[in-house]
Structures are given as C-alpha cells and as structure tokens.
C-alpha cells in the first residue's frame, strides 16, 4: 500500500466533494443525486473523526461520521460514510479507512456504528462485515432515488469497549 491515512484538512473538501459525487453517480451509494455544496456538506458529518486516504498527493478516499439523531441518548451512536475514488477501488483503501475508523470512534466514545447500505453495494456490505457490522435489518422501499424505490440494509457494529458498563 503506497496510501496515507491522516485527517482531513480544510483544502481537502473539494476533492472530497469530487468522491462523493463519483460515489452518487454510480446510483449505489446514496440516495442523493448531487453533492451539495462545501458548507452543507461540512455540516452533514461529525467533525471528527474525520479520515482521508491520499496518494501522491491526492485524496482517494475519506471516512466520516454523521449523527443518527440529536437525541442526547443516541450521543454514542453514528452511521459510517465511506467514499473511494473508483480508479483506487480493490486496492484495500476502505478496509485501512474502516480499520482506523473504528478504534479512533471507540477513542471518542462511539458504542454503536451502523450503515445504510444498498443491497447491491456487495463490496461495501462485505467490507463491514469484515470489521464487525451485522445485518440487523432490511428497511424495503426506503427511499427513491431518480423515481425508483430502493430497499436498504441496516448494519451495525457494538464496541466491546464502550457502552458495556
């Protein structure tokens, strides 16, 4: 692997931005059709922890949190977004992203990890299964994304270090 993990910078949004839009236009990432601007995407996620993977210089993929709920008692609780650049995928970099997102969500007091993925997204169901994620639900007809009803599937991973007091 020839990649570094470090956290995000302030001059790493724009080509955060470009994955993201990279992931929405292959239609099995997210039900949004557009990345949103730098703020409202800022405002979307976590500020830490806040991961990306670069190569010679370039972002290839990053790792967020975002709250699941404004709800005090949900304050250990996050879903996961992970983004690859598709030129970089099979290389490994979201298993490095994940391996190091989930120790540094235990460091920050996080008991509960979970992802909505799209059954058809079989690389990033397999990726969280690896690292701990079970399938704990299948939420049918969820949402539409371009006038077609997509079904999701709810994974989540418990820690085995915080919240078992």
Request: glycine content about 10%.
């Amino acid at each position: 692997m020839a990649f570094t993990i470090r956290p995000l910078t302030e001059a790493d949004w724009s080509q955060v931005k470009q994955i993201y839009q990279l992931g929405i236009d292959t239609g099995d990432a997210t039900y949004e059709t557009e990345a949103p601007e730098v703020d409202v995407l800022k405002a979307k996620f976590l500020a830490e922890p806040q991961l990306v993977v670069e190569e010679n210089g370039q972002v290839i993929g990053w790792a967020f949190l975002s709250a699941v709920s404004s709800r005090c008692v949900y304050g250990g609780v996050a879903e996961t977004s992970i983004y690859i650049h598709p030129e970089f995928h099979g290389r490994g970099v979201g298993r490095a992203l994940l391996s190091d997102l989930v120790p540094l969500s235990e460091k920050l007091g996080f008991w509960t990890l979970q992802a909505q993925i799209f059954p058809e997204n079989k690389a990033s169901i397999a990726l969280h299964e690896r690292y701990g994620f079970r399938k704990v639900g299948y939420r049918e007809k969820l949402g539409k994304r371009n006038g077609i009803w997509r079904d999701v599937i709810l994974l989540e991973r418990r820690s085995s270090v915080v919240g078992n007091d």
